[in-house]
């Protein structure tokens, strides 16, 4: 027994080869004649897990003797990918994990293929928390995430006649052999219901009788940091009935109502809703919120009460991260628990709901803060209604004083709008319950203080400050572009793979001639990586050898996309006339990826109206081998982590003002590609970093877009540039849409009669040049522009977000690195095993 527990985590060639042989014996039955593909991926991935569980249980062990105080990081959305090469990487695994799997016959990459993306997020906002994940447990920082165990993650997107088509992701289909089930961590949810008001001891004391109740139960997914020391866990709640079903109802016949409950109750966990900015107040949507954030504080305040301490200390025992406004019901669900259950008065219990919880907002758009409606909450959570009262009344008797006689700015800050239906402000919410408020850009922060909440920036001075975001270099760099990383490693060591900041020792590399043809090489390598990796995904052919300008990214109006699309019109015009503007210009290849929220219709036109462009434009005999446009349908982390090592330019082109920072950025910042970019988000710290001349900047700032939008006029801009009205017309003229009349109406009506929201105009001239730039540069100077590109990867150090994660845990949690020994060969599953008293 002790030697096949050793044999467990044993990392050489013949432990894993051992242990996958018995995982796929045992745990899937499988021999010659009855194995699978997907069978043979769990076996591989059981194994790996093996060689994770017991530091798994060695850190929770060590972080309870400690008493280290933990963040509870709270996200509806984690955009994971895929965990086997990332947990291989940090076991330090994968030269004897092959050599294991060859001795077998078997190979690495035909069986990670295997894996399915668990895509529980909808973009940038799930993305960041899966990296937080990652450098929370590299920086050995207590932590838990807390989400949902969505049996449908983000939809799978298809491409049919130009429109995008969304099919279900059922990611969860073969099971998920990362995740350990918890049956015995197993929370009640009620919704509706009513609330009883009993008066004990001279007071009032309120208890919520529910009418729906949901049970929440947990499963687990390891979250290893690199080098595997601490292993922290990512929580998901996946919500179950308490009751099979009705079995009267069954034997009266009823089937459908026996099981209609049950039902009802488990749809909380099948679906992640591709919400954009616009919340319609779905009532499942405020259900998922409600039902994750009252499973996540139920599960804390269980660890805390096993403590036996005061509730004065669970600010001293949990630090709780709001990621966005999606649990924010945190705040008066902290507030039930601590005056309901733990009968505290409401000072004490304020107190300590607003030293345990701090917000991270993601948006500056106004129309994008969520909102509930009031009669809807009320209905759901009537407890939680009456406490939000409470809240904002308390709280506009305080902010009365900084507002005398302005009740126009008390409205401002009021939780409750009054509309019709009234609504309830769910970041307000977040703001007055929690003691930090974050953005997650230098330019950001700045805004959100002065343009969207500056009356709380008055009242709250000291809750507001900047956290830029990272991403973690560990999957980016060292398991996305394995050549490069080797390269950087035989230049200056791997020490940038836990401090990212040494990658700035890459920099005197940018004048080594040796160094950047190695680099240039590993460019075109990853190109026809690519090229053969959208030949075999999704039947796109392109030149591996042409200029690669890639925009990947949520499909929005304010990213841009459709001011990439009216440059490629410029361009193609150019070429078709012989113009200056492209006569040296070398073959290039545009790739668009990325998801259009299904009810946003204008998002949806967009990637119509690149299809259908690129249809044409491919196919044209006096163009195509110039210029080509491709839109790759389901782009998703696997596929980035291909497509971002092989780019050359990266577009990162939203309007001044309106991108909170982005993380994309930051990943083709590290891979070495270039960036055409606004003055947006995290661009302009990306300029401070590497240097405005090593990027292509462009376009109106913030400030200059505010003084625009009082006389902006997109018709006479248009007028006053002959090229650019040529591109308009053929765009609107029907040559992208023989057969398709009108079908682009809407986009025109954006762009002139809706006044071009987001500037597309008043840019394009500026971003059309820049682009110029960026192509001749190519051309023209290869040395040059592989320069610029180390340069930019040796100035990427401040984007890892080990860095972020160090600054939350220094500014806003006050938490410290707990160190796990790693000691594999401490035998103590005999010992676990053992019944306890």
């Known amino acids: 027994m002790q030697d096949q527990q050793k044999t467990r985590y044993g990392h050489t060639a013949k432990d894993i080869a051992q242990d996958f042989a018995e995982h796929l014996k045992y745990s899937q039955d499988a021999d010659i004649y009855h194995t699978t593909q997907e069978g043979r991926y769990t076996a591989l991935a059981l194994t790996v897990r093996d060689r994770i569980i017991h530091q798994w249980n060695l850190s929770r062990k060590m972080q309870r003797q400690q008493s280290a105080k933990r963040v509870y990081y709270l996200s509806l959305e984690f955009l994971m990918g895929r965990a086997m090469t990332n947990n291989i990487i940090n076991l330090g695994i994968e030269e004897p994990l092959r050599e294991a799997l060859a001795s077998l016959g078997y190979t690495y990459e035909e069986l990670s293929e295997v894996e399915p993306d668990a895509g529980l997020g909808n973009g940038g906002l799930g993305r960041l928390a899966a990296c937080f994940l990652d450098s929370l447990a590299t920086l050995e920082i207590p932590a838990y995430g807390y989400g949902i165990r969505y049996n449908y993650g983000i939809f799978r997107q298809q491409i049919k006649n130009g429109w995008q088509a969304e099919q279900p992701d059922n990611w969860l289909r073969d099971g998920n052999p990362w995740e350990v089930l918890r049956p015995d961590v197993v929370y009640p949810v009620q919704f509706g219901g009513e609330v009883q008001v009993i008066r004990e001891r001279g007071k009032d004391q309120f208890k919520w009788i529910g009418g729906e109740i949901v049970q929440g139960i947990a499963y687990d997914i390891p979250i290893i940091g690199y080098g595997c020391k601490t292993v922290n866990t990512l929580r998901l709640w996946s919500a179950k009935s308490p009751e099979e079903f009705n079995f009267h109802e069954f034997n009266d016949g009823d089937y459908t109502e026996a099981v209609r409950s049950k039902i009802s109750a488990e749809n909380l966990s099948q679906v992640l809703y591709p919400n954009d900015t616009l919340y319609m107040g779905k009532e499942l949507r405020l259900k998922q919120q409600y039902f994750f954030v009252a499973c996540s504080l139920a599960d804390i305040v269980r660890r805390f009460k096993r403590e036996e301490k005061s509730w004065s200390l669970l600010p001293d025992f949990a630090a709780i991260q709001l990621n966005d406004t999606h649990p924010s019901l945190a705040v008066p669900e902290l507030m039930r628990i601590l005056l309901d259950e733990e009968m505290l008065d409401w000072d004490s219990a304020w107190d300590i709901t607003v030293r345990t919880l701090a917000y991270t907002n993601h948006t500056l758009m106004p129309e994008a803060l969520e909102k509930w409606s009031l009669p809807m909450l009320q209905k759901i959570l009537p407890r939680h209604m009456q406490i939000i009262y409470e809240i904002n009344h308390r709280f506009l008797q305080q902010a009365v004083s900084y507002f005398p006689l302005q009740p126009q700015m008390l409205g401002k800050i009021s939780i409750i709008e009054e509309s019709n239906p009234k609504q309830v402000r769910m970041a307000n919410l977040s703001i007055i319950g929690s003691h930090s408020t974050n953005g997650v850009a230098a330019l950001h922060s700045e805004l959100l203080k002065k343009q969207m909440f500056p009356q709380f920036n008055l009242i709250f001075p000291d809750r507001f400050n900047n956290k830029t975001n990272g991403i973690t270099q560990r999957r980016w760099l060292l398991a996305a572009n394995p050549k490069l990383a080797d390269l950087i490693k035989s230049a200056i060591g791997d020490a940038w793979i836990t401090d990212y900041s040494k990658i700035s020792d890459l920099a005197p590399f940018a004048k080594d001639k040796n160094f950047l043809l190695d680099f240039k090489a590993i460019k075109e390598e990853n190109k026809v990586r690519s090229a053969a990796f959208l030949k075999t995904e999704s039947s796109i052919v392109i030149n591996p050898h042409s200029f690669f300008d890639v925009q990947v990214k949520r499909i929005h109006e304010y990213k841009r996309q459709l001011l990439n699309v009216l440059n490629i019109l410029l361009i193609y015009n150019d070429l078709k006339n012989g113009g200056e503007a492209t006569r040296n ?229 006050d938490i410290q690195p707990c160190p796990v020994a790693k000691n594999t060969d401490e035998d103590t599953a005999l010992q676990d095993a053992k019944k306890r008293p």
């Open 585 to 813: 210009m070398e073959s290039t290849t545009f790739l668009f990826g990325g998801k259009a929220a299904p009810g946003y219709v204008n998002a949806k036109l967009i990637i119509k109206l690149i299809n259908n462009i690129a249809k044409v434009i491919n196919a044209d005999p006096a163009t195509r081998d110039r210029l080509a446009i491709h839109f790759m349908p389901n782009y998703r982390v696997s596929m980035a982590e291909i497509i971002i090592p092989a780019t050359n330019l990266s577009q990162q082109i939203s309007t001044a003002g309106t991108e909170a920072s982005g993380t994309g950025n930051m990943k083709f910042m590290c891979n070495g590609a270039l960036t055409i970019g606004t003055m947006d988000g995290a661009n302009v710290e990306i300029a401070e970093e590497a240097g405005a001349q090593n990027m292509f900047i462009f376009g109106n700032t913030e400030e200059q877009i505010a003084k625009l939008s009082h006389t902006y006029d997109p018709f006479s801009v248009v007028m006053a540039d002959e090229e650019i009205k040529k591109a308009i017309d053929l765009l609107f003229s029907g040559y992208f849409n023989v057969n398709e009349p009108n079908i682009f109406e809407p986009l025109r009506r954006s762009l002139f009669e809706e006044g071009d929201r987001y500037y597309h105009f008043a840019d394009l001239r500026m971003y059309s040049e820049a682009h110029r730039a960026a192509r001749e540069l190519y051309a023209q100077d290869s040395m040059e522009w592989n320069r610029r590109a180390v340069i930019n990867v040796a100035s990427s150090g401040k984007f890892s977000s080990d860095r972020t994660i160090s600054e939350y845990a220094r500014d806003i949690w």
